[in-house]
């Protein structure tokens, strides 16, 4: 059964950087989760949808540190007029970039959002855009985090799926989320429509 979604002007890729997304360090699900976001990436191209990848640049000795190889992104970019590549400090994708006056200036209302990690880069950057206004479209197998560690006197050990879930569930009954990225599709802005 397909879910009926509304198309979106344009994809927000979260942070889908090498140290992330391959290798023995990756998230689980990785390779699932890659897909949607291919797919997600071919159907907003297609379409002329604005696409943004996140980079995260992180301190000095971490995994995405700027320049190393964990920092790169994973999947090619096509970079142009519809698809750019903004690079941050937080996990909030609009703090301190200028993804916010991107999406003024292309007239964009409608997002996807999918990268990693479900608790932190990719919830607060949804949780921004839907304080913005922005109708925001969250595809549940296009986003991924990692296990929690249990905690002595806490908790167990939290699984992946289950933190990716409580994200959503976090955000809010104002963000769409959809099963399957193959649900989502594109619309170019047409201004004056």
Not at 99 to 113: H, K, N, P, Q, R
């Amino acid at each position: 059964m397909t879910t009926q979604v509304p198309p979106a002007q344009a994809l927000i890729v979260v942070d889908v950087q090498a140290a992330f997304v391959s290798g023995p360090d990756a998230v689980p699900n990785a390779p699932r989760m890659l897909e949607g976001i291919e797919g997600l990436l071919a159907r907003a191209r297609t379409e002329g949808a604005l696409v943004v990848h996140l980079q995260n640049d992180g301190p000095t000795g971490a995994a995405d540190e700027p320049k190393t190889p964990g920092w790169e992104l994973h999947l090619p970019v096509h970079e142009g007029r519809r698809e750019v590549v903004i690079r941050k400090t937080e996990d909030d994708g609009f703090h301190e970039t200028p993804l916010g006056a991107l999406l003024t200036e292309a007239g964009i209302s409608d997002l996807a959002v999918c990268g990693v990690m479900s608790e932190m880069c990719v919830s607060a950057t949804a949780r921004t855009a839907l304080a913005l206004g922005y109708r925001v479209v969250l595809p549940h197998d296009a986003h991924g985090t990692y296990d929690i560690p249990a905690a002595p006197d806490i908790s167990d050990a939290v699984p992946a799926a289950m933190v990716s879930r409580v994200a959503e569930w976090a955000l809010g009954s104002d963000i769409e989320i959809v099963p399957r990225a193959a649900d989502v599709t594109f619309r170019t802005e047409r201004r004056g429509q």
